[in-house]
């Protein structure tokens, strides 16, 4: 979303539009982890639905009815399945039922995606690897197909005879960290687990007392996903080991309310960024509040891109944002390379459409694509 249309509601609203101010904020922030955005119909019918114009049940009618009735579109095939699912999470969210079981694991992924994917509800039976651009093109070891079942019914067995009692807020967020790593490693469905694995884990929050009603899924869905990457894997020869940090530091602001600073970009095993301050002229600027995150596009764009790659896109981004544009010269005088090598940099980034070249200003001119 280029606008947050929801934070009034978020902030000063009466106490049902805030729930549901929550729920549909969430459910919206949450299509990040797979690079998809909603639309501006999905967002006006949340807003309807907020101030209690239309209630929940028709507002995920109106969705669906809209997409039924609208031409075949290939191309806004993922815009849909980012609306209709937004949608399904935010009835889930104001549901109060639950039931800390596999199966309610497996019914809500039914539920968020039954007519979008064929496999809705149903385990895989082949094994899976995924590249992920925070583990520089490498994958996390996900669940063996043939003991996806037993595995999830062992987590499940294992966390509903643990005992919170006597524990330190620390160490609780620390044990629900290891829980909720697991139990995504596994990876039982083809596609949609980070997003089964977020609602399912608000919904037991809830039981254990947490109300989990802010911004930080809305805003943060992508850390959440890179955190639990990071929690999942390990290579001794580049001295990385898996650790829960990152995923602490998530809970604590979502179950504390504490503010610490969430950037995927210190979440990368190359370390590169882990000091870095963004920096333009006197100005600080946050990348992760940017209208659009960079980071986003980076999960979907860039995921075979080399942390050298990743650390000149951040660069660029620094020193140009979206509105500044740029050419060959400029970025060889940010980055010290050669000319050749910044033509190449500059076409590959073209190529992925992370820029885009701009006409009016000379020839060889960019600036960041907005999408």
């Known amino acids: 979303m280029d606008r947050d249309p929801f934070k009034e509601y978020l902030r000063e609203g009466e106490p049902d539009k805030v729930s549901r101010g929550y729920a549909w904020s969430t459910a919206i922030g949450l299509q990040a982890v797979d690079g998809l955005k909603t639309s501006e ?17 028709e507002a995920k009618n109106l969705i669906e009815n809209y997409y039924e009735e609208k031409p075949e579109d290939p191309e806004n095939e993922r815009m849909e399945e980012a609306d209709k699912v937004s949608a399904r999470i935010a009835e889930i969210l104001s549901e109060a039922a639950f039931s800390f079981s596999p199966n309610e694991y ?20 082949y094994n899976i690897t995924k590249k992920e651009w925070v583990l520089d093109g490498e994958t996390v070891l996900y669940g063996s197909a043939s003991e996806l079942r037993a595995t999830l019914e062992y987590d499940f067995s294992q966390e509903r005879d643990f005992s919170y009692k006597g524990l330190s807020m620390n160490d609780i967020i620390h044990h629900l960290a290891v829980f909720i790593s697991r139990l995504w490693q596994i990876h039982i469905f083809e596609e949609g687990n980070t997003r089964t ?12 007392g947490f109300s989990a009603t802010n911004d930080i899924f809305a805003e943060n869905a992508w850390y959440f996903r890179n955190a639990l990457v990071r929690a999942n894997y390990t290579n001794l020869q580049k001295g990385i080991h ?43 600027v946050d990348i992760q509040s ?22 000149h896109i951040y660069r660029m981004f620094e020193k140009f944002g979206y509105d500044v544009i740029f050419g060959r010269s400029a970025v060889v005088e940010l980055l010290g390379l050669q000319n050749s090598s910044v033509s190449k940099l500059l076409s590959k980034l073209a190529k992925a459409e992370i820029i885009e070249s701009v006409s009016g200003h000379g020839k060889g001119k960019y600036r960041f694509t907005r999408k």
């Not at 119909?41 to 049940?57: F, M, P, Q, V």
């Not at 497996?106 to 039976?125: E, M, P, T, V």
């Not at 694995?197 to 254990?208: D, E, N, W």
């Not at 990368?268 to 333009?280: A, E, M």
């Open 41 to 57: 119909y999905l967002i006006d019918t949340a807003i309807r639905n907020i101030e209690g114009k239309i209630t929940l049940e």
């Open 106 to 125: 497996i019914s809500i992924h039914r539920r968020l995606f039954q007519g979008i994917y064929r496999h809705a509800g149903k385990i895989r039976d």
């Open 197 to 208: 694995t977020a609602v399912f884990f608000i919904k037991y929050l809830k039981t254990l």
């Open 242 to 284: 898996e650790t829960t940090e990152y995923l602490e530091v998530f809970l604590r602001n979502l179950l504390l309310n504490e503010k610490n600073e969430l950037h995927n970009r210190y979440l990368h095993i190359s370390g590169l960024w882990k000091s870095r301050k963004v920096d333009i002229g006197k100005q600080k």
């Open 290 to 311: 940017s209208k659009v995150d960079i980071e986003n596009i980076l999960s979907d764009k860039a995921a075979d891109f080399s942390g050298k790659t990743v650390d």
